[in-house]
Structure formats: C-alpha cells, structure tokens
C-alpha cells in the first residue's frame, strides 16, 4: 500500500487509506459510492478491481449480498433461513477481497448498519456481532475492530433509514362504534329516568332517587369500561422505554451465562416498546370512575330538579350528544396524532392545530342541536301542547317548546360534556373531572338555593332547573375553553 | 468500611453482574457493611421472589428506586428556581447535539445533580414544555449533528422522555450523609455503568465518595446493539447513544478503578476512555468451581453444542461441521442442547440438519436439568457464536473437564487459552477438523481437558473476586481524602470509622491523593472540630471507640 502513490492514479480511496485516517471526501450526496471502475493507476496494474468483480474471485468466496455475517438488522428474526446460511463462507486463510481494497466487500455487507450508524463503536459492535474478531481486522489491513469500523464510518455517508410505515390511526368505522354505543348507553338511563320523572312529577321521592342513582351508575360503568379497554385511541400511560434496558429483561451478555442455556428467559417476542401485557394503565383508574360519576351528574341533575316533559327530552337529548363528543373526541386525537407524525417543530405543530378545536366545537354544537331539535319534535308528535294547536306546524310548535334560556343551558352542558371528554382522551384527566364535578356541583347548590328568599336572580326565579344549569355550567365552561385551547395545542397530549 | 453497591435490575430477573454476584461479594466481606442501591424496573412488575427480599439478608439494607415506566408524581421546579433547571439542562443538551460542546456533559449534569437533590423536581420539570422547547432549540439550532435527518416534533416528545427516564436517578433520596445516604458511604461500588454511575457520579460530585465500577458485559455496547433495532428514528437513537457514551466517558474518567470482566471488555473501555493505569481485570466467579468433573466420556463419540437457538449463536455452523465428521466418523453423534430464543430457528435447524442427512446422528435435547448434564453428556464440547461476550458459559463448560472447541471471538482466545483448540467463526472445515483431531486421541483430550479445568479453577474461583475487592477498597479508601471539598467535615459530626484513612491522622496527607485535593486537605486538617492540629490525633483516639460502638 505505501507503495501506492496517489499522485500517480491509484485508487483514491485506497490511497487516501494508506495515508491513515478518514476519508471525508467519499461522502458523496445521495449516499452512493461510486460504483464505476476507479481510473486505472500504472503502478496496480489495471482498475482496482471494487465491488463484486466476479472473475476476479475464488468459486468459493460467497456473494457479497448473501453472506450469512450480513447486518444483524438484517437477520432474518423469524424461520426463514438466510440464503448463505446454507453454504457458510469459507475460512478466512485467505484475504476477503482479493484486490486492493478490501474494505469496499465488506462496506457493501453491512451497508445499512453503516448508514444508519451514530457513532464508529456502534459499527464496531456490529461488527463484533458478525463474527469479525482482530484477527479478521488484520486481514483489511487494521490493527483491530475500532480502526476498521472508523474507517466505515468515515467511507459511508450517513442515511436516514426508509421511513417506517406510519402508525394505522384509528379507523372511521372504529370511532362511529364507539361513538354509537356510548349514545345509546348515555341515551337509555337518561331515557328511563326522564320516564320515571315524567310519571311522578313533583320532587323526587325514594323511586326518583332509587332511578337516578341506577342510572347513575350505569352510566358510570360504561364510562368506566368503555375508557379501560385497550384501543389506540387512548394515551399510553407507560410512555415510551429504552430497549435493553430492564424493560427489556433480555441482555445480550446473558446468552452466554450457564443458567441461560434455555434461551431467553423473558417474553421476547414482546418487545417493551410494543403495548406488552405489562404496560400499566389498563386497569380502570379511580380518575376514570370520578370522570363517569362526575359525567353522570352532570347529565341527570337537570332532570331531578326540573319538571316537565320538555326538559326531560332535552336531557335525553344531551345523553345521545355525549356520543357525538365522544366522535368528537376522538377525531381530534386522530388529527392531532397525523398532526405530531408530520410536523417539525413545536410552533408548527401548535399553529396547525389551532383551527382544530373550534371545528370540533362547531360540530358538536352543531349535532346537540339537531338532536335536541329531534327530541323536542318527537315530544311534540307524541304529547302535543295541551291548549289549542298553534299556527305554523310541528316547526313551530317544536320551537315553542323551549325557551332561549333552556337552549342556552342545553348547549352550556353540551360544551362541558364536550370539554371534558376531549380533555380525557388527551391525558388531562384530572382537569376534566374537576371541571365537571365543579359544574355539576354549582348546578346543585343552584338548584337547592333556588327556593330561598333572598336569591332574588331572575334567570334562577323564572326559569328553574335550566336556569340553574346555565349559571352552573357556563362560568366551568369559560374557564375550561381557554384551558382546553392552551393544553390541546401542545404535542405531550397526543402520546 | 460502608460500601454502596449500586446496580441496576429488573425486579424478577437477575440483576446486572448476574445473579447473586454482589451477593456473593457481600457475602465474602463480611467485615464491610454492604448496602445495595437498585435501580429497579417498575413498581409491579412481576414477583419479587428473585430480587431484593431474596437477597435482602446479605445486604444491610436494600433501597430501591423504580426507574422506566410511569414517571413519579411530583411538582416541578418554582419560578426562580426553573430557570437555573433551563439553564442546566440546556448546557447538558448541548453537549448531546453539539459535537464541539461535548464538554460541558460533566457540568450540566452535576448543576442539574445539585438541583434535582435540593428540591426533587427533575422528573417533572424535564416532562414538562418548557424543557422540550429548550431541547428542540439545541436539537434544531445550525451547528448540531443531524447527518441523517432534522428531529421533529416526536423525536422531540420520545427523546425528552427517554432522557427523562435515564436522569431519574438524579432525583432519588439518596443523597445526603444521614444513614442510608452515599455520602454517608466510604466507598460506592457501581455494578455495571449507564444509568447505575448516575448516583456514584452525584455522590462523588456531592459528598466526595469515590467509586469503583465493575463491568460484566459492557452497558454501552448493549445499548448500541438495543438501539439497532429499536423503533425510533435516527435523531433520537444518535441523541440517546450520545447520552449513554458521553455518561460512559465521564463514569470512567471519574472513576477511581475500573473492573472489567474480561479483557475483552477492557478493549472497549478503553477505546471509551478508560485509563489502562486505573483499570484491574477481575474475572466474574462462579460457585460452579466446587463441582467435581464430569465422570466417564459416553461411548459413542459425542459433540454437545449448548446455548440458546438463534443465529449469533451460529448452531448452522455445527450442523455444517458435522456433516462432515460424521462422513468421517459414521458413529458420531451430536447433542445440540437449548431452547431456541428466536422463534422458529429451531426448526429452521432441524431442517438444515435433514438437508444435510444427519437426521438420526443429531438429537435436539432442548433445556437440560443443569449445565453439567450437557457437559457429561458429550466427548468434545463445542461452541460456536459469532461472538462471545461473557465468559462463564465457557468456563462452565472448561471445568466439567471436558476437551473444549470455540471459534475465536470475544473472549474466547482468553477464556480457553492454550487449552482448548480455537477455530475461526463460519469455517465448517476448521471446525470438522479440530473436532475429528479431538475425537480421534483420547490422550490429547483428556490432557486438554485436564488443563482447561484448572485453568477455569483458577481463574474463575469466589474467592480470587473477593480477595480483590477486599485490597480494591482499602486501597481506594487509604487513598482517598474523606472530605475532599473540605465542607462536609467541619461540621463537628460523629467520626466513623474510615471516615479518614490513617495516613490522614498519622502522616502530613494522604500519600495518593490526587494532585490539588492535599492542599484542601492539609488546611482541613487545622480546622475540624474546631481543635488545633497537635490535638487532632488524640481527638481521633477518643472518637473512634464510640463511632465503633454505634456501629455495632
């Protein structure tokens, strides 16, 4: 090699090797290496012969693609055998590449280790790993396996690996199930309820209150089952975890510890970064149970203060909506998460997402009302107005049902319900349960203090139960926009 | 002398070092107190049947630090305070990201050190915006290492919460010089590096405890084998594998003696940065020298393979080899002991075995009931990974007495010696031929069998490992100023034992103290307690029996 003078048109590479060293000029952009034959220099006699040159080899010596020390990122994991697996390279008495450079066969072996490589010593572990030892160092003409992987890493231009595919987000026909059972299941209790209320008119005796807590607790314990079971809607609680640490219990070292002679004592087709039967949180949590009560509350206060069929189709009404926020919902943790796959930085990530949250806002005003509008014109069908039938049809007669106070309550819950439900599926659960216990509790308290003298407030006087539900809801909604705005804006809510 | 072995384990499983390794070390120093400071997986992961309760008798106590997982409830930093947090943590991140700022590692982490143990607050505060924003700066800012590829948001998120989970250590309760504190230690013993040095890497920083790190299989090694074939992308793997090789560097420069297993650890040690001078090789033991050898050879010629089924571990390689020695020897049998840790390989083996027509001279015995078993059950044992990391397979195998054949990876040339016969991996031909030549002489079998078991005795015994750290920490602690910083002892506390080494009281300073430390010590030596220099012995004299008796 010393003998290989560059100035005379040897291979450059080789020569710049021979002078000791890295290699900076070979990076190349595209990350090929050139594949043509180098200019011939007059002292090597010809072309150095790189890459696979099939004439130029032994029968014996195995194709550069196929040899079995391939990238162990490469080895296959599962049966199927490697192709040179059949037929092991021959010894290593003779030198790997038979001209004169024989770095360039074993770059193209463990190319995409050497791509993706951060750092010389992980090209050296790899290679260990392949079963390069010193000696085999020696024969590329290095006095060990660190100098060799240097000069990899100095000979093949970083690049980034294919893009994984992306991560399958949730399915249309995934979202508009759950979002069906969890109307139906919010629709019913309300409905039975709203039935039992109707019947008995008055304050709610023992059977009233016997029908809300049954219905409270169902409506708890779909919340509680629906948010416990796995889906790829909900946040992973265990966050992400380096492999090889004990998360993984599996050691590369241990392989060779006599206790060990029976494979892997771990799970190891489980890897810890995937959702393994170990990852906590899929238990129900007690902020779980709080989110169903508090929810349940806030649907069914209305109804055992509030009196007349009207209020009761609108509560069931808000019962069915709770589905749309949960549609809701989950779409806006869809798009954040296509959002957190593609954008660059933070500032990016917030300015797309911030026209997301009124969309979702509109859309589910948009439902609740059509449902409410449908409640209210299936009462009216049902049990029409006592009194004479007004002009203008079932439009206005539905219209006239309820009042601007008792539409602005329905939409007040709605927008709570909403809030909290897009603050559970983003990891916030702990202020979407404040947030709801804080409505329905100033609702209560609105509602008992109704009667008393000296609450002289003319929307609590005039109109009751919904009154009591817009002054309850509306301040917990103020302050829980602003919120939601802040914290759905930010990226951790999307993990 | 109150040694703190810090390691890192998962709570079913053995922990790094192997099983039992620190126990058996405490159980050899009984004159030493031993504490063990274990960085364990999550809280309720499995059983804890072979972690600290098994184990707790040996050590006089155990204190456990869930690391990885869910991270611990708690409040971040007050206002005044974050921003010193910011500003700690952006100097460590730049040195992840900026290969021209690589020094400033040590600083950043011991300023977030100090801080984490003031307040507590380092888990929450590195989840939170804040220090994502300073991360993505650095990470985004001209000048930082992005060969393949710009980070984006969720490299961001994944790498904040990686590095969150690998610092958790900063944050434990065990700081301080109260009891069950490493200041309160003489010596911090680290058993494996990564996350484990974190806290003998503060304590040092901290209270001036120096630590010993012993390794058995590198920790940064491992992680760059676990990184290949994690799902992240490549900014997050370069940022982490930086993380763990500048912390690798900076344990093994602040270390003040390194013990690898093998020497084929110390290569790497030292190409991380080791200094070879502070670097003592010290074989992992292994009870299994006590056993007798195994018994008489079987009758038929036998090869016994053993190890788990997966392709590093190349048993395509002694099914190839085979073929051949059974076209020489029709008699021949080989035994391939294991369970396969790939799925499927071993049916793949099967099947190469049936191509190659060996169907009834090879047999797939699977798990033996003890390694000695597979040993007694062959005439020529034979081992052929691409690479050997860890010498105690080997060993085990050397002491049974049998003949031993390994390809020439890792620690083999090392382990085996002169004797047993070395071949090189992937070559069927060698590997036939050393086998046939075993086969064939039962003389040279027996002789190389013979050696190798004593080689194995000598070199793997209990007692050589415990006999070293017995001299490693009196060494380490007659060389060692006790208050190097000259705050924690002139506090008038109760003197401990060892507290100071006795070239302290007896002569001007310690006689190895680093250079720059003995003029700090040699002023301390006026001030303790408040008694002059000439009454310092003395002082010494009275304190010492009462500091013996609260430890006894």
Not at chain 1, 141 to 166: G, I, M, N, Q
Not at chain 2, 381 to 399: E, H
Request: glycine share 14%.
């Amino acid at each position: 090699m010393a003998g290989r003078d560059p100035a005379r048109g040897a291979t450059p590479e080789a020569a710049r090797r021979a002078r000791g060293g890295r290699v900076p000029g070979t990076r190349r952009p595209g990350g090929k290496l050139p594949d043509g034959p180098p200019s011939g220099g007059p002292l090597s006699g010809g072309p150095v012969p790189d890459g696979p040159l099939p004439g130029d080899r032994p029968a014996a010596d195995p194709p550069a693609g196929a040899a079995p020390s391939g990238p162990l990122s490469a080895r296959p994991l599962t049966a199927g055998p490697a192709a040179g697996e059949e037929t092991p390279a021959p010894g290593p008495g003779r030198p790997p590449g038979a001209g004169g450079d024989p770095v360039r066969e074993l770059m193209a072996r463990h190319r995409a280790l050497c791509e993706q490589a951060v750092d010389p010593l992980e090209i050296a572990a790899g290679l260990e790993e392949a079963g390069l030892g010193p000696g085999a160092a020696a024969r590329y003409r290095h006095t060990d396996v660190f100098s060799l992987a240097e000069e990899l890493y100095a000979r093949v231009p970083r690049r980034p690996p294919d893009p994984r595919a992306a991560e399958p987000g949730e399915s249309w026909r995934r979202r508009s199930g759950a979002a069906l059972w969890t109307a139906l299941a919010a629709a019913l209790p309300c409905a039975a309820l709203a039935a039992v209320r109707v019947a008995r008119p008055g304050p709610p005796g023992a059977l009233g209150l016997l029908a809300a807590v049954a219905a409270g607790g169902w409506l708890a314990a779909t919340a509680v089952r629906a948010l416990s079971t796995p889906g790829p809607g909900r946040p992973p609680a265990g966050g992400y975890g380096p492999p090889g640490g004990p998360q993984n219990p599996w050691r590369p070292g241990e392989a060779e510890r006599p206790e060990h002679l029976a494979g892997r004592p771990g799970p190891w087709s489980v890897s810890p970064w995937a959702a393994g039967p170990e990852r906590p949180g899929r238990r129900p949590r007690p902020v779980v149970l709080g989110y169903g009560l508090a929810a349940a509350a806030t649907l069914l206060l209305p109804l055992l203060a509030g009196s007349g069929p009207a209020q009761a189709a609108m509560v069931v009404a808000a019962g069915a909506a709770l589905g749309a926020a949960e549609w809701t919902a989950r779409w806006f943790r869809h798009v954040g998460r296509i959002h957190l796959g593609t954008a660059a930085t933070i500032t990016d990530f917030r300015s797309r997402l911030r026209p997301v949250l009124p969309v979702a806002v509109g859309l589910h005003l948009a439902v609740l009302a059509v449902l409410t509008f449908a409640a209210l014109a299936v009462l009216t069908a049902v049990a029409p107005r006592p009194g004479p039938p007004q002009a203008g049809g079932l439009l206005h007669a539905v219209a006239h049902r309820a009042d601007a106070v008792q539409w602005a309550a329905q939409g007040g819950q709605g927008l709570l319900l909403l809030l909290a439900v897009l603050l559970l599926h983003c990891g916030r659960a702990g202020a979407a349960v404040a947030a709801l216990a804080a409505g329905s509790f100033g609702t209560a308290l609105l509602v008992l203090l109704q009667g008393r003298p000296g609450l002289g407030w003319p929307l609590l006087a005039e109109h009751g139960p919904a009154g009591a539900l817009l002054l309850g809801s509306g301040p917990a909604v103020a302050v829980l926009l602003p919120y939601a705005g802040v914290v759905l804006g930010r990226p951790g809510s999307y993990r | 002398m109150r040694v703190a072995l810090l390691t890192e384990g998962a709570r079913p499983y053995a922990q790094r070092g192997g099983p039992g390794w620190s126990a058996r070390l405490a159980e050899g120093l009984r004159e030493h107190e031993f504490e063990l400071y274990l960085l364990a997986g999550p809280a309720g992961r499995g059983g804890a049947a072979d972690g600290p309760a098994g184990v707790q008798g040996r050590f006089d106590a155990v204190h456990e630090l869930p690391m990885w997982g869910v991270r611990p409830a708690g409040r971040g930093p007050a206002a005044l305070r974050r921003r010193q947090y910011l500003r700690a943590y952006e100097q460590l991140v730049r040195a992840l990201v900026m290969p021209r700022e690589r020094g400033s590692f040590g600083p950043g982490l011991y300023r977030l050190a100090e801080l984490a143990r003031a307040d507590g607050a380092l888990p929450a505060f590195l989840a939170s915006g804040r220090a994502q924003r300073v991360l993505e700066r650095a990470w985004r800012s001209p000048g930082a290492d992005t060969a393949a590829g710009q980070p984006m948001v969720r490299d961001v998120l994944v790498a904040a919460d990686l590095l969150e989970q690998c610092l958790r250590p900063l944050s434990a309760p065990w700081y301080g010089t109260g009891p069950g504190g490493l200041g309160a230690a003489d010596v911090c013993h680290v058993i494996g590096t990564g996350p484990a040095a974190l806290p003998a890497l503060a304590a040092k920083q901290l209270h001036g405890v120096p630590f010993v790190v012993t390794e058995h299989g590198l920790h940064l090694r491992e992680q760059y084998a676990g990184y290949r074939e994690a799902p992240y992308r490549w900014p997050v793997r370069a940022l982490l594998l930086t993380f763990f090789r500048l912390l690798t560097e900076e344990t093994y420069r602040q270390a003040a003696l390194l013990t690898p297993g093998s020497s084929h650890d110390q290569q790497w040690q030292r190409r991380v940065g080791a200094d070879p001078a502070r670097t003592r090789v010290v074989h992992e033991g292994t009870p299994a020298v006590a056993r007798p050898a195994a018994g008489p050879e079987p009758t038929a010629p036998t090869v016994v393979w053993a190890g788990p089924l997966e392709p590093g571990r190349d048993p395509a390689l002694m099914l190839h080899a085979f073929a051949r020695i059974h076209a020489e020897l029709p008699a021949a049998r080989l035994l391939v002991h294991g369970e396969e840790a790939v799925p499927g390989h071993l049916a793949h083996c099967e099947a190469l075995a049936g191509r190659l027509g060996l169907t009834g001279a090879v047999e797939f015995a699977g798990r033996p009931a003890s390694a000695a078993e597979a040993w007694r059950s062959g005439t020529v044992v034979v081992f052929t990974a691409l690479v050997q990391r860890a010498p105690l397979l080997l060993a085990d195998a050397m002491l049974s007495g049998r003949a031993v054949v390994s390809t020439d990876t890792g620690v083999a040339r090392e382990v085996v010696g002169p004797t047993g016969l070395l071949v090189p991996p992937r070559d069927p031909q060698a590997l036939a031929g050393a086998c046939l030549a075993l086969l064939g002489d039962e003389e040279r079998r027996s002789r190389l069998g013979l050696a190798g078991r004593l080689r194995a005795q000598e070199r793997f015994a209990v007692e050589p490992v415990v006999t070293a750290f017995r001299d490693i920490y009196l060494e380490l602690v007659s060389n060692w100023p006790a208050y190097p910083d000259g705050r924690s002892g002139t506090s008038g506390q109760r003197l401990r034992p060892f507290a100071r080494p006795a070239e302290y009281w007896m002569a001007a300073g310690p006689a190895g103290a680093p250079a720059g430390v003995g003029g700090a010590v040699a002023e301390e030596r006026r001030t303790p307690a408040g008694a002059g220099a000439d009454a310092e012995p003395e002082a010494a004299a009275e304190a010492k029996p009462e500091a013996l008796a609260e430890v006894v």
